[in-house]
């Protein structure tokens, strides 16, 4: 079956700039999940949905970091006054439940390059 | 606080020969523990993981790893490697009991089999 979906592949955009990361999880997985992963770094979480909720944003790095699931299925992250530093891998994962026993399964990422 | 270490950067082996990638943790309660490969420009891949139960657990393309409570390690290892086992290799843990469900991440470690 289809697995996790990213969109863009790559985004490069200018420093200030405003971009958003989407993210099509496994048809029926309830759970998803956005991590970041820098050069050379395991991915570090960033927020955790269940359903349309975000039950933990504690990884989310400042307020210019939002992410939504209004539908409970595809998210969105969303990056207001992009800054060089938050250029990075920026990973989707969704499990079938928030049961901790169940794998997450990965998306190939969006690589976003602020300039 | 859940952490986990990959005290490895590389690891090179010869084709044929055994492989060990060395994963230790640190949980306050019990872990549930997860193996991810990443090859690359593409997404971490689900190799296997550890629940309860059995302390050795198999998984994907012949990978095997040994949950060792006292020494809180879980290393993964694959008996005779295959040149396309070559990728990047990342050691994951949740704690439980725990309403957290994000996944602790290790640094990874590069593993090179030749030819």
């Known amino acids: 079956g289809a697995g996790v979906s990213q969109t863009p592949s790559n985004k490069v955009t200018e420093k200030g700039k405003y971009v958003e990361l989407r993210c099509d999880p496994i048809s029926g997985h309830t759970a998803l999940y956005w991590y970041r992963q820098s050069l050379g770094q395991g991915p570090e979480f960033l927020i955790y949905?269940?359903?349309?909720?975000?039950?933990?944003d504690s990884g989310l790095p400042n307020d210019r970091f939002f992410a939504v699931r209004p539908e409970g299925s595809v998210s969105t992250l969303k990056i207001q006054r992009t800054e060089r530093g938050d250029s990075a891998v920026y990973l989707c994962?969704?499990?079938?439940?928030?049961?901790?026993?169940?794998?997450?399964?990965f998306g190939p990422g969006t690589r976003l390059t602020v300039t | 606080a859940q952490s986990v270490a990959q005290p490895e950067d590389q690891v090179n082996v010869a084709e044929g020969n055994p492989l060990t990638v060395k994963c230790t943790y640190s949980v306050s309660g019990n872990p549930y523990l997860f193996w991810y490969v990443q090859y690359p420009n593409r997404g971490l891949q689900f190799l296997l993981k550890y629940i309860t139960g059995d302390n050795l657990v198999k998984g994907s393309y012949g990978f095997e790893a040994e949950f060792n409570k006292s020494q809180t390690s879980f290393h993964l290892k694959k008996p005779s490697a295959l040149v396309s086992d070559s990728a990047l290799y990342f050691c994951?843990?949740?704690?439980?009991?725990?309403?957290?469900?994000?996944?602790?991440f290790g640094a990874g470690t590069t593993v090179t089999v030749r030819a």
């Open positions: 994962a969704s499990s079938l439940n928030s049961g901790g026993t169940y794998e997450q399964y």
């Open positions: 949905f269940q359903g349309t909720g975000a039950a933990d």
């Open positions: 994951a843990v949740r704690d439980t009991p725990s309403n957290d469900y994000k996944l602790s």
